[in-house]
């Protein structure tokens, strides 16, 4: 009984996460029912490669969100390391190694100078990412002025395709024949990528003391402030976290297209989706309220709405136009609860 | 029996904003196991006395020793540390955090460095059993509790980090009055426990009832210290606003019969409202009692407007109808105006010039075509602000600037530019010192007077008694007992509150 209530209230907190959850639910079935093959591994493959590097950029996005700012260097730092990582993915597998954990660094710290120059510059933190993704978007011309890179033709292979293949491509696990790996061998190898930094790196930081605080910020500044809460290295914290998952972004971008490209317009438009994915999956604008795990169902969504236009003869031109309308219908779901609240003062609370 | 030996000492402690001098040269100390009152106005010095104990400010000169070592505090995580907790008259809370989550926020339990929920629920449960709180969920958002229920969290919270010197900003102000009691025990409790308590109200009868000190502060300066009972109320008042105050309420006039602006027939709302019947006639004061959380507020909200799906008839000045929005109940006919019962979210922009606060309400009264009319608008403001002797140094700064009083005139000058016929005021003098409270009582006559129909709500049973021609006291949702004349009396208020009979009460 006493969990049941639990259980009905944590539903009704977390409302616009599980409607979230739900409309994806139902456009991701649809699309499988509509596509002429039915549900097959091989296009649950492409999908997923198509989705981790937004579903990133919507983690990243997330994290500057809920202290109550915005950032809007995420598309350029995922660009940023991506050229980064087109340099370094090559040699042998230590070298990998190292160059990957080096492209991941070099988000961190970008994200991490965002966050000291809000904090300690006093400076917006819109007008402040405005201009550090400009500087970012300006180092990844200088790093590949035209696209291309090295990255290693195996670790692409293994990356983006199933556990299968990514034991043959290795020789682990009897070159993937072994019995304990069956269960798992159809799974994409890019999903186990992004449950690692949910279930390795979000949630931890979710249930430390620093990403309480975050919510806090975000939820009401001066209390956190007088409750005696690191609010200033919380917010470093944040735009640090924020940095490493869009280098996450960069880092796999690199995988899987087997290059770096510094394209202005690419970073634009997963800045721009990623606050899009990061309302859809019910966090907040205002800040405190919401997560990363909202926002990467938020990035599905979207890429679901995008992937029907392949299998659906419907004009390229008429894709922006739907994809807004869609976008704009998904989000005024949320909204239809303020038609229920009575007393209107809470509207503004 | 408090030792002697002092928690906290402060000498020659000076703090300016500005150019003006917020304290100076303050020198106080507070005991162990002593429950100490600091009475004053507001603007003595009060707030910025523990703002600096506490660490949100730090003094521009003067030392302060905690347990006789000297210290110095640049955050109020310092001073927690050393044992010194301040419950804020702002609450302190995070609106979007659960009540476990905000109980245990600065120290909250760990596991390998990672929050333990599991053990901050249990740790939140006790805290809040330990105040009588069990009604209070853990799990809740602060967002959704009603202000009285958040008072009680911030005080749990302060618990929570085992203070040694307990500061209570107007804790109470809130509370309901078995919640005061609660707090009422609790301090008797930490007092045994040699735990030192600061205690800033405006209540005489609360300082009575639980300080064993008092300090007054003036204009700044600490102006004397002495045990409870070797000065009477009287005198009291006297050090705090530094001249004899003569009535505290305007005299009452002559009950007779008016023609009703306002008459509620069978209003409901929700479960909050369960059938209120009500009427406020022309040149009457109009009183709400009750205990807190009975509808008042839901009451006063519904006829300004604000509430949806309210059922039940209401006539403000002959037309039926509640008003559609609070735009539409400033600008009908007959003119609702009302002061809200936070001033700092619902009453005022709080980062906006005193000047634009003032118009927010009568912008059309002051505007040619679309256009805001300057030599119109000057005018207004001045009048509003002489009207209310409003004490400001320009119209032109932040409203924030103003001391709680002054806030609060401007909230309530702001209605009247809109020249309302009926005023609803929710608890206006909460957290307001003595001086601004008697002007207040002054205003609500005069309107009056004039032939304007006020609806009081307070908290404070006194204020109903000195200043309200009858007075409706609340329960659970409707009107149990309605008041007059001499009949306003405590007991019968008491009585009616706790929804018993008069005989019952005595």
Redesign the interface.
């Known amino acids: 009984m006493r969990l049941a209530k639990r259980l009905h209230s944590a539903a009704l907190r977390n409302r616009a996460f599980l409607g979230a959850l739900l409309l994806f639910a139902v456009f991701y079935l649809v699309y499988h029912m509509l596509h002429p093959r039915g549900f097959s591994s091989a296009v649950l493959i492409q999908n997923t490669n198509e989705s981790v590097a937004i579903v990133f950029v919507a983690m990243a996005q997330t994290l500057p969100v809920l202290t109550g700012g915005l950032d809007l260097s995420v598309g350029a730092v995922m660009t940023l390391t991506n050229c980064i990582a087109s340099e370094l993915l090559t040699g042998t597998p230590a070298e990998m190694l190292f160059g990957a954990l080096l492209t991941l660094a070099c988000g961190a710290a970008f994200g991490c100078v965002n966050g000291l120059i809000v904090v300690y510059g006093r400076i917006q933190p819109i007008i402040t990412t405005l201009a550090t993704g400009a500087v970012a978007i300006g180092l990844a011309l200088l790093i590949r002025p035209r696209p291309g890179g090295e990255v290693d033709d195996d670790l692409s292979w293994a990356m983006t395709n199933t556990v299968f293949d990514f034991a043959e491509t290795y020789g682990l696990a009897e070159g993937g024949e072994a019995a304990w790996l069956q269960p798992f061998a159809a799974i994409p190898v890019p999903l186990l990528i992004v449950l690692a930094v949910v279930l390795f790196i979000w949630l931890p930081f979710r249930n430390t003391q620093m990403g309480r605080t975050v919510y806090a910020v975000g939820s009401a500044e001066g209390a956190a402030y007088m409750s005696g809460l690191p609010v200033e290295r919380a917010k470093i914290a944040a735009f640090t976290l924020a940095g490493l998952f869009a280098a996450c972004a960069g880092l796999y971008l690199a995988i899987q297209t087997s290059s770096g490209n510094a394209d202005v317009t690419q970073a634009g438009a997963y800045t721009l989706n990623s606050i899009a994915a990061v309302v859809l999956g019910g966090t907040s604008l205002y800040g405190g309220v919401g997560g990363a795990i909202g926002s990467l169902v938020g990035a599905l969504i979207l890429r679901v709405i995008s992937f029907y236009f392949r299998i659906l003869a419907i004009d390229p031109l008429l894709q922006p136009l739907i994809e807004g309308v869609v976008l704009l219908g998904a989000v005024s779901l949320g909204a239809l609860r303020t038609l229920r609240v009575k007393n209107r003062l809470e509207l503004f609370r | 029996m408090p030792s002697d030996q002092p928690f906290i000492q402060l000498a020659g402690v000076t703090k300016s904003f500005q150019g003006i001098r917020a304290l100076e040269n303050v020198a106080f100390a507070c005991r162990k196991g002593s429950i100490h009152a600091i009475l004053g106005e507001n603007g003595a010095g009060k707030s910025t006395l523990i703002k600096i104990m506490s660490g949100?400010l730090a003094a521009d000169s003067g030392e302060m020793r905690v347990e006789g070592r000297p210290v110095r505090f640049s955050?109020?995580?310092e001073a927690?540390k050393t044992g010194i907790v301040c419950i804020?008259q702002?609450?302190?809370?995070?609106?979007?955090?659960s009540v476990a989550?905000n109980i245990m926020?600065?120290d909250?339990p760990?596991r390998f460095?990672?929050?333990d929920?599991r053990r901050q629920r249990r740790r939140a449960e006790e805290l809040l059993a330990r105040i009588r709180c069990e009604d209070i969920?853990p799990?809740?958002?602060v967002?959704q509790l009603s202000l009285s229920r958040r008072q009680m969290v911030e005080i749990a919270?302060a618990l929570g980090q085992e203070p040694r010197l307990l500061i209570l900003d107007e804790a109470t102000s809130a509370l309901t009055s078995r919640d005061v009691q609660t707090v009422y025990d609790l301090l008797a409790e930490l007092k045994e426990q040699d735990v030192a308590c600061l205690f800033i109200s405006h209540r005489m009868h609360e300082v009575e009832a639980l300080c064993d000190t008092l300090s007054v502060f003036r204009n700044g300066r600490h102006i004397e210290t002495f045990a409870k009972g070797e000065k009477s109320d009287r005198e009291i008042v006297h050090l705090m606003i530094g001249r004899d105050v003569e009535t505290q309420f305007p005299p009452r006039p002559e009950p007779r019969r008016r023609e009703p602006l306002l008459e509620v027939k069978n209003l409901r709302?929700?479960n909050r409202l369960k059938g209120i019947d009500l009427s406020v006639g022309r040149g009457e004061i109009v009183g709400l009692g009750g205990l807190d959380g009975q509808g008042q507020k839901?009451l006063l909200?519904a006829l300004f407007g604000?509430?949806?799906?309210v059922e039940g008839t209401v006539k403000v000045g002959g037309m039926e109808g509640v008003p559609a929005?609070p735009a539409a109940a400033r600008s009908a006919r007959t003119r609702i105006a009302l002061v809200p019962e936070d001033r700092k979210?619902?009453g005022l922009m709080l980062q906006l010039p005193i000047a634009d606060n003032l118009l927010a309400s009568a912008f059309a009264r002051v505007s040619s075509g679309p256009f805001i009319d300057r030599a119109k608008a000057e005018t207004a403001i001045s009048a509003a602000i002489e009207k209310l002797r409003i004490r400001l140094g320009s119209p032109r700064d932040i409203v924030a600037t103003l001391s709680g009083g002054n806030q609060q005139k401007v909230v309530i000058a702001k209605w009247l530019m809109v020249e309302p016929d009926l005023i609803l005021l929710n608890d206006p003098t909460r957290g307001i010192d003595v001086g601004t409270k008697q002007e207040i009582y002054r205003l609500m006559r005069d309107l009056a007077e004039e032939g304007k129909a006020v609806l009081f709500y307070s908290s404070d049973y006194a204020e109903l008694i000195g200043c309200c021609d009858r007075v409706s006291v609340m329960y659970d949702g409707r009107i149990v007992a309605e008041l007059e004349g001499e009949g306003i009396t405590e007991e019968a208020i008491v009585a009616a509150s706790l929804n018993i009979a008069p005989e019952a009460a005595a």
Do not use: C, H, N, Y
Not at chain 2, 92 to 97: A, I, N, R
Not at chain 2, 306 to 309: E, G, P
């Open positions: 949100v955050t109020p995580a927690a804020f702002e609450l302190s809370l995070v609106p979007d955090l989550d926020l600065a909250p760990k460095g990672m929050i929920r969920d799990d809740a958002l967002r919270k709302w929700e839901e909200l604000v509430l949806r799906q929005s979210t619902e």
